[in-house]
């Protein structure tokens, strides 16, 4: 099968297209984010992000443009709004040339607060999940394991923990946005 085929179907939603589209750009995206962070879990989450963007947006994707391309310009938004909203980079651009670390060790009570919030309404939102979907966030996000350890933990290929990770996340939005 063609990667235009592969696209076609993909766009219908077709799992193993989907899937297929994963495995054939995985590294690519990945190596490109990780050059650029050199954070390996970092640039796990932002290649997952990654995908999860495609995906929403390949009803938009034009076939004059070359489709890798086009993922690799997505991924490299992603990674730049995931350090913008990263407490983990700590960095700001103030102007060309200098890096500056201004982030507070703690949030002002406020800020507490709104986060208070929105953990509650995302652990809501993860307790909606279905168990295989609703096990691999546990693992990713709240206990913070590696894409290797959950792979062990679970009996999956990495590329199943990243294919259901990919979907437990995409329910997780779903659900979130139906609450709102």
Same mark, same amino acid.
């Given at each position: 099968? !063609?990667?235009?085929?592969?696209?076609?179907?993909?766009?219908?939603?077709?799992?193993?297209?989907?899937?297929?589209?994963?495995?054939?750009?995985?590294?690519?995206?990945?190596?490109?984010?990780?050059?650029?962070?050199?954070?390996?879990?970092?640039?796990?989450?932002? !290649? $997952?992000?990654?995908?999860?963007?495609?995906?929403?947006?390949?009803?938009?994707?034009?076939?004059?443009?070359?489709?890798?391309?086009?993922?690799?310009?997505?991924?490299?938004? !992603?990674?730049?709004?995931?350090?913008?909203?990263?407490?983990?980079?700590?960095?700001?651009?103030?102007?060309?040339?200098?890096?500056?670390?201004?982030?507070?060790?703690?949030?002002?009570?406020?800020?507490?607060?709104?986060?208070?919030?929105?953990?509650?309404?995302?652990?809501?939102?993860?307790?909606?999940?279905?168990?295989?979907?609703?096990? $691999?966030?546990?693992?990713?996000?709240?206990?913070?394991? !590696?894409?290797?350890?959950?792979?062990?933990?679970?009996?999956?290929?990495?590329?199943?923990?990243?294919?259901?990770?990919?979907?437990?996340?995409?329910?997780?939005?779903?659900?979130?946005?139906?609450? $709102?």
């Amino acid at each position: 099968m !063609t990667l235009e085929n592969i696209i076609l179907e993909a766009k219908k939603g077709k799992r193993n297209a989907q899937n297929a589209v994963i495995e054939l750009l995985w590294n690519k995206v990945y190596s490109y984010v990780w050059g650029k962070i050199k954070n390996e879990e970092e640039a796990e989450d932002i !290649t $997952i992000e990654t995908f999860t963007k495609v995906f929403a947006k390949l009803k938009l994707y034009n076939q004059d443009f070359d489709f890798t391309t086009w993922v690799i310009s997505i991924a490299h938004n !992603t990674m730049i709004d995931h350090i913008r909203k990263s407490s983990k980079f700590g960095i700001s651009i103030y102007d060309e040339t200098q890096l500056l670390n201004v982030l507070e060790d703690q949030p002002s009570p406020e800020e507490y607060l709104i986060l208070k919030q929105d953990n509650d309404k995302l652990t809501e939102a993860i307790d909606k999940l279905k168990d295989p979907y609703k096990r $691999i966030i546990e693992l990713r996000y709240i206990e913070d394991k !590696t894409y290797k350890e959950i792979a062990d933990e679970l009996n999956l290929s990495l590329a199943n923990v990243k294919v259901r990770l990919l979907r437990a996340k995409q329910l997780l939005i779903d659900i979130m946005k139906s609450n $709102i």
